[in-house]
């Protein structure tokens, strides 16, 4: 990456204050960007047109913007709020967008989600499959809404011209992650439910699903990584995929989990929930290819140190 051309940018970052978010923030200044706009929900309700509008009027000097703020969460904060996930992110996505074009930003970074993928696309998941297929029923309002983000760009670049790109990362883990048990997804959920119950010295834990699906994996800091990566590098219409091409059994990384912990208890699978999509791993090829992407940490070094992370920081991590 080069010094020079970040010195030059000025980068909205939305939010730029949440998980992966702050490790975006930390990765442009560690690359040379001296001026970064972390919007806050706070300050900027990006689901209201005026509030985006005020966004690009105050910083009239915008180069550049990552969007990363969304209502995300697992599987069970899916199924109860999929017409707010569906409405929230997309209107985020859509304002954003367009009023970037407005105001002649000249590079709008697009975050979106595996989650976009059909259930049942092949394995691994190639950019160009993206839309063989409805995605997975829990969380497809969520995966939809950001998939139209897609589509603006592309649509956006063949009307307008304009330099707007979309990555697909991966499902990300690491320090800062969410740890709600109602909204977290399966690594910190897990992680909690493992410490917690080596605490109490707890006979067992119960897990959602029969732990038979796949899922690969992407520590955040890589993924911050390849998104500024591509923010430098990449100018193409079509999705990049961001990954590890580490996939691993839901039952197995529990298990992994636990051994890391220390938790020796039975492991319960409760089977009347969901096990969602069965298998996630992507071709990760593309983003080598067009922009030197390559993950680097070590799967098991990751999840230990997302388990000293929540150890050290259990009343901010729960909350």
Not at 42 to 49: E, F, I, S, V
Not at 52 to 75: E, F
Request: charged fraction near 25%; proline fraction near 5%.
């Amino acid at each position: 990456m080069s010094a020079d051309f970040w010195a030059d940018q000025v980068v909205i970052v939305t939010g730029g204050a949440g998980f992966l978010g702050r490790h975006v923030v930390e990765e442009l200044r560690a690359q040379g960007a001296a001026n970064v706009i972390i919007v806050r929900s706070a300050d900027y309700d990006l689901r209201q047109q005026a509030s985006v509008a005020g966004l690009y009027a105050d910083h009239p000097a915008a180069s550049m913007v990552i969007h990363l703020a969304a209502n995300v969460g697992g599987i069970g904060i899916n199924r109860e709020h999929p017409g707010l996930f569906f409405y929230e992110n997309l209107m985020m996505g859509t304002l954003l967008l367009e009023y970037a074009r407005r105001a002649k930003v000249g590079k709008f970074v697009g975050v979106g989600t595996v989650c976009s993928y059909p259930k049942f696309a092949p394995v691994p998941f190639r950019e160009e499959d993206i839309w063989n297929g409805y995605p997975e029923e829990t969380n497809a309002p969520y995966g939809l809404a950001k998939k139209m983000l897609l589509v603006q760009s592309q649509a956006y670049r063949q009307e307008y011209g304009y330099n707007a790109i979309h990555l697909l990362p991966v499902n990300l883990y690491g320090p800062h992650d969410k740890f709600d048990l109602r909204a977290s997804h399966v690594i910190p959920a897990v992680i909690r439910k493992m410490v917690e119950a080596h605490e109490r010295d707890a006979p067992g834990v119960t897990l959602f699903g029969d732990g038979s699906p796949t899922r690969e994996f992407l520590f955040v800091r890589d993924a911050a990584r390849g998104i500024v990566l591509a923010a430098q590098s990449y100018n193409g219409a079509e999705p990049v995929n961001l990954g590890s091409a580490y996939e691993i059994s839901i039952r197995d990384l529990v298990e992994l989990i636990a051994e890391e912990v220390g938790f020796c208890g039975k492991l319960h699978w409760d089977t009347s929930k969901p096990n969602g999509q069965p298998r996630r791993k992507l071709d990760v090829s593309r983003a080598e290819r067009d922009f030197g992407f390559v993950a680097r940490t070590d799967f098991r070094a990751g999840l230990r140190e997302t388990i000293r992370w929540y150890r050290a920081n259990r009343s901010l991590a729960d909350s």
